[in-house]
Structures are given as C-alpha cells and as structure tokens.
C-alpha cells in the first residue's frame, strides 16, 4: 500500500514522501481500518514544520 511517510521535521515538500509499505496485519484482539479520507489542519501542519509555539504549548 502507499502510505506518505514523514522522519524528521522540516518543510513539508522536503521531508514529505509516499512510499511504498507492506499492508500492516493486525494481531490478536487488533483490527486493521481502511482510511477514505482525512484532512489536516494547521496544528498538524506545524507539527511537520515543528512550529515552536505548538512544541511548546503541548507541554505546558
């Protein structure tokens, strides 16, 4: 399956990628979900750019 994989942090035509990954299976007590769709938001997005300000508030 095709998946877009992120390592490290950084700008996201950068550290962005899809990659090809095996179709994970689930284990006992486990089920695997098929994902349509998503969306991100800002949040998500300056967490790939690792924002300061959102690094920060999550801890508080």
């Not at 550290?15 to 089920?31: A, G, H, S, T």
């Not at 349509?36 to 300056?46: F, G, H, K």
């Not at 790939?48 to 999550?58: A, I, L, T």
Request: net charge negative; glycine share 2%.
């Amino acid at each position: 399956m095709k998946a877009i994989v992120l390592e490290k942090y950084g700008l996201p035509e950068e550290v962005l990628r899809i990659q090809e990954i095996d179709l994970p299976q689930p284990k006992e007590k486990e089920v695997l979900v098929k994902i349509i769709t998503t969306s991100i938001n800002d949040y998500d997005w300056s967490m790939v750019k690792e924002s300061p300000f959102y690094s920060v508030s999550c801890m508080v």
